[in-house]
């Protein structure tokens, strides 16, 4: 292939104690491997090492260039999308089929492959056997480890989160929905009928008062609510000096806290580090005391809805220690841990409880919080509701549903970043009327905002370290991949910076060991991915560097509002490349699936499903679906989330495990059972399966059950008791989603296209707005005004910041605009050799987005199993065209089937 002989050439750059060769196209700064090796603590770079640099690149013996886009996909799926839990072992087994020449990696793979039969069952994304050993690292930390990728793709403040669906986060719920669902059945006697709460009242709707006293809201949040509330609250100040030791409440605070605790519901756009935990945690604990006064009836729960599991983590065990009766219910807990819970909320001992969107799935959980009275339900990143935001997640349209199902008294809804269009949609979405909405400003006057542009990659890493030389302090560079993290922190520490790296491949305890560096040093750089700062409360933070430019202002905003909480002067540097468009075009394009593939699929769902009746329930394994029909997981669930809030065809309940894993424990094997015939069956089939002690083999419980007419319930509690015991270490897999069905499905042929057409009208809108994102980040840098006035106006602040201009800018300090050539973006023509080229290794003649995302290097179910992968020449190969031109190409030479 000419091109791709002409696309990956060598380059050389210098900067203080290092010389870099970068081998590949100059997209992305990748991988870097140091000749010699550092030692592992540091290199002092004396001798002025070689460091070779492969774009996307995880191995650099492998002597290859090339735009390995798939594994860039695979990287960035890890830290930034849920897919790199769910995916195993399928792909290292067609991803690898090529590498047969390596004996020792093939005997390796079929080493884990023995060991982890059962991940063969999931979606993949892991294309090399370094990336398999970090997802079992990853593994070994189980659920609670997990949550550190849930954090990291689900902050959606987060790069590519709102196109993640949280099928690990479900996959995990749905562990915990197997325990829940032996709540009533196996619990203790106590938990045999419902317990009574702490004052001795029954399971009853709790009786309402007057509207504005604080406790009616029997009809629901009313979106016409013209109450003037209360701008002061006396208890609010008491509650927050005696629990907290603060004197003053920030702007706006007391305001929202006094309307909450009057019965008034609130939309709350506050910037990072604004205050807004407090905004929901007082009137918690204010409440009970406002009722008395009044003379109201007191009692009831306040929940705290966030996809952020290590911040709801760490606000519970803050709130503890100030003497809240708070809890959390998440999969990271034990299953004596989840009763617990329960017992306490049934008793009425709790002021808050927390929990994530995907909670809501699980029908114990709501039918618990149905019989209990919700006193104020606070939605976290609540911007994640909006379609025109930068994160929509369809589970929080359910959030939105939950809050009107449970009758909750008052809702506060809380964001860091909201467009005025995201705005109205929260407001609308869950009934909070306009004088509801408060707002601070995003801009801060301490920061300055700045930006650089490069022709090509090799010179950010020579400016990265002069710039963070030039403004000594604590500082994050923000980077896209955890490949990348590693390098471009390694290299600063080459360079005499002192740097590490954070990403969610790293062990709990190595990620906690460079927080606590962070925070107790001022003189240190985190180079990480983009959940590093969630929840980091560090006033002193001097600098703040996008390394690659941001998917979004909405990111870019929350992340830039990191630095410089003490009010001290902070510089914020964004490093603006054209080659970078290649990277954040390709993760812009990463879901989106084949309208033949939704056409097939959606057809498949109603054939098979045509004798079910309103009412029934239906069940999907999501991840055979995927590979089937060429859809990756997280357009499937924006797929069935469709089928569930847009057409109500459905809804999703809580779903379940087809298997369990499990690997024994000293005397297991010895272990025999009683006169019980289920336990007797269970160690049968358990035991058969085990070959050697530490091999993790899986059980399929639906089959037992089917077998030997054994409740599936109780095959589950009988494992769990397993494990409970020590016996085993246990694992679920094979999630299967489940769904009640809330109408007919479609049978005309008119409806059935119609709802495809607009379904998948739908997922292409998506791609459209990520894209368009992305843009708005370089017309915001490259615009001739005030960076921090076009960034005010963006979130409709444009009174925040002074007509004259911030003075501190890029634009302020230079009055030019950046130049940004974007070779990249004006893409090249399509060549009809190239072209010919990719039709020729390529035999599919039925999908033109499939042969655009081979050329262009993008993953799938199906270009995997065509086993079509960076090792191929036509992989990648025609990276600089237009997307969308390659597509219209090749539909020139396929034939459209529906």
Not at 592 to 611: D, H, I, M, Q, T
Not at 767 to 796: H, W
Not at 810 to 829: A, V
């Amino acid at each position: 292939m000419a091109y791709r002989a002409l696309a990956y050439r060598s380059r050389v750059v210098r900067f203080p104690s290092l010389s870099i060769r970068v081998v590949g196209p100059m997209s992305s700064f990748g991988h870097v491997t140091l000749h010699p090796p550092p030692p592992p603590l540091r290199f002092n770079g004396q001798n002025t090492p070689l460091v070779t640099v492969s774009p996307f690149s995880t191995t650099a013996s492998r002597g290859r260039g090339g735009l390995n886009m798939e594994e860039a996909e695979e990287r960035y799926a890890f830290d930034s999308e849920n897919e790199a839990q769910l995916s195993r072992m399928q792909e290292v087994e067609e991803s690898h089929a090529f590498d047969s020449e390596n004996e020792a990696q093939l005997s390796r793979m079929q080493e884990v492959e023995e060991s982890h039969a059962f991940d063969s069952e999931n979606e993949a994304q892991l294309s090399r056997m370094q990336e398999v050993e970090e997802s079992h690292a990853f593994d070994s930390e189980n659920e609670a480890q997990w949550h550190m990728q849930v954090e990291e793709c689900h902050t959606f403040e987060l790069e590519i989160e709102e196109r993640s669906s949280y099928t690990q986060v479900k996959e995990s719920h749905a562990f915990d929905s197997e325990n829940e669902a032996q709540f009533f059945q196996y619990g203790s006697d106590q938990r045999a009928e419902p317990a009574k709460p702490a004052s001795g009242r029954k399971w009853t709707r709790f009786k309402r008062g007057r509207k504005g006293s604080g406790s009616d809201h029997s009809r629901g949040i009313d979106p016409n609510d013209t109450t003037e509330y209360p701008a002061t609250s006396e208890l609010a100040h008491k509650i927050m000096r005696e629990t907290w030791g603060f004197n003053e409440f920030r702007s706006q605070q007391e305001k929202v806290i006094s309307r909450l605790i009057h019965g008034g519901s609130a939309v709350i756009v506050f910037p990072t580090g604004g205050g807004k935990s407090l905004a929901f945690q007082i009137p918690a604990l204010a409440l009970d005391e406002h009722d008395e006064s009044m003379g109201q009836e007191k009692g009831g729960i306040s929940i705290v809805v966030s996809p952020l599991i290590a911040l709801i983590k760490d606000q519970v065990e803050a709130l503890q220690k100030r003497g809240v009766k708070a809890a959390a219910i998440d999969s990271t807990q034990t299953r004596e841990s989840i009763l617990n819970t329960y017992d306490l909320l049934r008793k009425g001992e709790l002021k808050l409880l927390y929990c994530a969107p995907e909670r809501l799935n699980n029908e114990a959980f709501v039918e618990m919080v149905r019989r209990t009275r919700v006193r104020l339900i606070a939605v976290d990143e609540a911007h994640c509701i909006s379609e025109w935001g930068q994160a929509f997640r369809p589970d929080y349209l359910k959030v939105a549903r939950f809050v009107k199902e449970m009758n909750a008294e008052r809702v506060l809804c809380l964001t860091a970043t909201a467009t005025p269009k995201v705005c109205k949609d929260i407001l609308k979405a869950f009934g909070v009327p306009e004088s509801g909405l408060f707002k601070n400003p995003t801009y801060r006057e301490n920061l300055s905002l700045l930006a650089e542009h490069f022709e090509t990659i090799e010179g950010k890493l020579a400016k990265l370290s002069d710039f963070l030389y030039s403004n000594p302090g604590s500082s994050i560079v923000y980077v896209t991949t955890q490949k990348q993290a590693e390098v471009v922190a390694q290299a600063l520490t080459v360079a005499g910076v002192e740097a590490m790296h954070y990403h969610a491949g790293m062990t709990k305890d190595e990620r906690s060991y460079a927080q606590d560096e962070f925070m107790n040093r001022n003189d240190l750089t985190i180079v990480a991915t983009i959940a590093f700062g969630m929840g980091i409360d560090k006033p002193d933070i001097r600098n703040i560097v996008h390394y690659d430019f941001p998917r979004s202002l909405e990111g870019y905003s929350q992340e830039i509002g990191r630095a410089g909480r003490d009010g001290n002067e902070s510089k914020c540097m964004l490093y603006l490349c054209g080659e970078d468009w290649v990277q954040r075009e390709f993760f812009c394009r990463l879901d989106l699936p084949s309208k033949k593939s939704v056409n097939n699929l959606l057809r498949e769902l109603f054939a098979s499903n045509e004798g079910v009746e309103v009412g029934d329930v239906i069940e999907t394994d999501i991840n055979l679906q995927s590979r089937n029909h060429d859809i990756k997981i997280n357009a499937l669930n924006l797929l069935y989330s469709q089928l569930e809030l847009r057409f109500e065809l459905l809804r999703a309940i809580t779903p379940k495990y087809s298997t369990y894993r499990f690997v024994q424990s000293d005397g297991f094997a010895s272990f025999t059972a009683t006169d019980d015939p289920i336990t007797k069956v269970l160690l049968e089939s358990m035991q058969k399966k085990i070959k050697r002690k530490s091999m993790m083999r899986s059980v399929d419980i639906d089959q037992l059950s089917q077998e030997h007419g054994f409740k599936r319930e109780e095959l589950v509690y009988r494992m769990q008791s397993f494990s409970a015991q020590g016996l085993i270490e246990l694992n679920p897999g094979r999630v299967h989603q489940r769904y009640r069905i809330l109408k007919p499905f479609p049978k005309d042929e008119a409806d059935i296209q119609e709802l495809i057409d607009k379904a998948y009208e739908q997922m292409e809108q998506r791609e459209m707005d990520d894209l368009r994102r992305s843009k708005n980040v370089i017309e915001l840098i490259t615009s001739p005004g005030c960076i921090a006035q076009g960034l005010a106006k963006y979130f409709g602040d444009e009174n925040s910041v002074k007509s004259e201009g911030c003075g501190k800018c890029q634009f302020c300090n230079t009055r030019e605009p950046l130049t940004f050539s974007k070779p990249i973006i004006k893409k090249s023509p399509v060549d009809p050799y190239r072209l010919e080229e990719v039709l020729k290794g390529c035999r599919v003649r039925d999908d033109p987005r499939l042969l655009a995302k081979v050329a262009f290097g993008i993953s799938s179910p199906r270009i995997r199993m065509e086993r079509i992968g960076e090792r191929n020449p036509i992989f990648g190969s025609m990276v600089d065209c237009d997307f969308d031109e390659l597509m219209n190409e090749f539909a020139k030479h396929c034939t459209l089937e529906e």
